[in-house]
């Protein structure tokens, strides 16, 4: 008896420490990043294979050849579902603990992947309505990958029995170092509109609200004779079923739940890993910055998060004549700052181009050493480990001329391989100056900047942009490639981080908000903190609604101005804002207000009917202040003149870098990146030690130096 209940208060204590255990677990996912990456190592370097796609005789050469080059890890199996079950329920592991082996053999660590974004063949033959079904009602087939709907349930369970397996084989390799969760989540620009959609959309939304009543509410529904007699009802606004502009509290749940529904898919089989998986394995997915509908933000089971990125594709002209060959200085600059702040807060980069690639409008050669300068990006950014896609050009298959590490001979080292050789014995040179406590120096943590994104505001305004002329994310850009002007260390921040780290703090356009967030912005700027708001800010509330007051009310006594409105130029005519004796052209958008007593008017409009109104305002908040921007410009020297004057009145001081040039600071590092087309001379003090390359940088150059 004695014994029997000695056993039974053994199992409560192992059951309370196993709660515990995963309540501290759930609580820390993500924070706990840090313990997967050793201190001493700067950044990891990995490079994508397939053995499904190669003559088994190949895989050891290629394997040895990778870990000839210096790469730490390689990364399996996103595709191969097919592989791995020939036939439903009937796994074939074998091939791949051949080439687990075969990198454990070679001193690599793996990242294994999941495979869902390509069900096999026998699969959507049997449940052919798994597959997604596009606005036009065409049934994507197989052929393709990610045809597979995130909303059916059928899919949900293979997916589920998969990624069992899959972790049950490989959860205690220590070959494998971590796991990838599907490939660039996203459905490549489908929207999905099938019947499981419709159901789960349904779903949500009675979730979401309860009642029909609370719906049509919200979503305004008396207007039009909208009103729903219940869920069944309502279907997923479709631009073809509802030619005229369809309800925007409609459009704004639609994105939420596609949003919600990648982020399930992958939180989902997160938590499968979880459960059979070692604890020194990490988990990550790898998105595309900015690809709708996914959201980071919303994948939080996730360790940390990775992106993905392809910058020389003839879509972005860079900086100067040989621009097209590097791509713009602040695209990979933007990612770093937007992953590195997300649920984990360190990233990795899953994919980076390797050379020429095969999917661009046309696909130029990249600049010699872009692809180096990209890597020392990723690694400035704090990147804690870059991979390539792909280690083979493939010979057969939807990427031929793809390039990868090696040309289609199997064995030579393309440019780009050669470049990742160099950079990886140059990078662990620099481990002996390496240092992950060095403080960040007083100029470059005064400079540090937060720019606070909300991506309702961003879907909202893209459905009614109001104008042609209008563009979120250009808006936001403007600010962005300033702030990189400034050489300041930038972070995109949620409404859910702490704001009180950023001696300035700009809210681009945040359209939709409540007054929470406007109190917690009056508190920054009472605490000594520079606000910037920016036009088109506090015009609704969160489900999309204007406000029963003033447009923006909400925002008046903050900014110290009221009776806003806002006026669009034709797109070949231009305005000006005038400040201190200066005229900026405008005409994208401009917020126009009446200053109250106490507020300067820094910039005011100096014509149309509104001439003498202000543009741009400041006042004092407590120890800090409240800048608001009214105007949109083309070329953002409005905007750059107020940041430079603001900074300077808060004592900031500023770097004037040329356009294309990047200088970052990490862990005792400076690293100045040079995009342009041209030769450039940065300023480095004569007391500091020149790690890698010089003070005169050629186009593609880097140089590294600690002061
Ligand atoms: C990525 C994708 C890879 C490959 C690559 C080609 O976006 O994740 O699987 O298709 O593009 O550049």
């Keep these: ?40 190592d700067i950044m990891l370097f990995g490079t994508y294979y397939y053995p499904e796609q190669w003559p088994r005789e190949q895989w050891e050469r290629d394997i040895e050849k990778m870990a000839e080059m210096g790469f730490d890890f390689t990364h399996y199996g996103e595709f191969a579902w097919g592989a791995m079950e020939p036939q439903e329920g009937q796994y074939d592991f074998s091939w791949l603990d051949t080439a687990v082996g075969l990198a454990e053999k070679h001193g690599l660590k793996v990242v294994m992947c999941t495979p869902t974004p390509t069900p096999p063949v026998w699969l959507t033959e049997k449940h052919p309505d798994v597959l997604t079904k596009n606005e036009m009602g065409i049934v994507i087939q197989h052929g393709r990958r990610q045809h597979a709907s995130w909303s059916s349930d059928t899919y ?43 159901r789960k959309f349904k779903v949500w939304l009675e979730n979401k609200y309860e009642t029909i009543d609370h719906l049509n509410a919200t979503w305004g529904n008396a207007f039009w004779s909208q009103t729903y007699e219940n869920f069944e009802q309502v279907r997923i606004p479709n631009a073809r079923e509802l030619p005229e502009k369809a309800n925007p509290h409609a459009m704004l749940d639609f994105q939420r739940f596609c949003s919600d529904e990648v982020a399930s898919f992958v939180n989902d089989q997160a938590d499968v890993l979880r459960q059979y998986i070692s604890p ?10 900015n690809h709708h509908p996914v959201d980071p933000n919303r994948m939080d089971r996730l360790d940390f998060h990775t992106y993905t990125r392809y910058l020389v594709n003839g879509g972005d002209n860079g900086h100067g004549d040989q621009g097209f060959r590097m791509g713009s200085s ?19 980069v899953m994919e980076l181009q390797p050379g020429q690639v095969n999917w661009g409008g046309y696909n130029p050669q990249p600049y010699p050493g872009a692809i180096r300068l990209w890597l020392y990006h990723v690694m400035a950014g704090g990147g804690k480990f870059v991979c390539n896609y792909r280690f083979r050009q493939p010979l057969k298959g939807s990427e031929q001329y793809h390039y990868g590490m090696i040309l289609t001979d199997g064995v030579t080292p393309s440019p780009g391989g050669e470049e990742y050789m160099q950079t990886i014995k140059e990078m662990a040179a620099l481990k002996e100056n390496f240092d992950r406590n060095a403080r960040m120096p007083e100029d470059v943590a005064r400079r540090k900047t937060a720019i606070l994104y909300d991506i309702d505001s961003e879907w909202e305004m893209n459905f009614q942009p109001q104008t042609w002329q209008w563009s979120s994310r250009g808006h936001l850009m403007k600010y962005y490639n300033t702030f990189k002007s400034f050489g300041a260390s930038v972070d995109i921040i949620s409404d859910n981080d702490d704001f009180e780290a950023y001696p300035v703090l700009v809210v681009p356009a945040y ?82 207000v009446t200053p109250k007593s106490g507020t300067d008017v820094w910039g005011a409009y100096d014509d149309q009917f509104y001439e003498g109104k202000a543009a741009v305002t400041h006042r004092k908040v407590g120890k800090g202040s409240v800048t608001f921007i009214g105007a949109d410009t083309d070329d953002g020297k409005l905007e750059k003149e ?41 300023h480095i003090p004569d007391k500091a030690t020149i790690l890698i ?7 593609a150059g880097v140089t590294v130096w600690k002061e």
């Design 1 to 40: 008896m004695r014994r029997y209940n000695l056993k039974v208060k053994k199992d409560v204590i192992y059951l309370f420490a196993t709660v515990c255990l995963l309540l501290c677990d759930t609580m820390l996912y993500g924070q706990l990043a840090e313990r997967f990456f050793k201190s001493e």
């Design 156 to 198: 949900r369970e293979y997916v589920e029995k998969i990624v069992t397996e899959l972790a049950k084989r490989y959860g205690n390799s220590d070959v494998i170092v971590g796991w990838q969760i599907d490939n660039e989540p996203s459905h490549y620009g489908v929207v999905d509109y099938s019947d499981n959609a419709q």
């Design 280 to 289: 020194d394995q990490w988990i990550t997915t790898n998105t595309m910055p």
């Design 330 to 348: 602040n695209a990979l600059a933007f990612h770093n700052d937007t992953y590195r702040n997300y649920p984990g807060k360190v990233y990795g």
């Design 511 to 592: 359209e939709l908000l409540d007054n929470d967030l406007v109190d917690r912005w009056r508190q920054y700027a009472e605490n000594g903190g520079q606000l910037v708001i920016t036009c088109r800010t506090g015009q609704k509330n969160r489900e999309a609604q204007l406000w029963e007051m003033k447009l923006s009310e909400p925002i008046y006594e903050l900014i110290g101005a009221e009776n806003l409105f806002y006026d669009h130029l034709p797109p070949d005519k231009w305005s000006v804002v005038k400040m201190d004796g200066n005229d900026y052209a405008w005409n994208n958008w401009g917020d126009v």
């Design 642 to 682: 107020v940041l430079k004057k603001l900074y300077a009145g808060a004592n900031i001081k500023t770097l004037d870098l040329p356009e294309g040039v990047i200088v970052e600071w990490r862990d005792g590092f400076y690293i100045a990146l040079n995009y342009s087309s041209e030769k450039q001379t940065i």
């Design 693 to 699: 390359g010089s003070k005169e940088l050629e186009p």
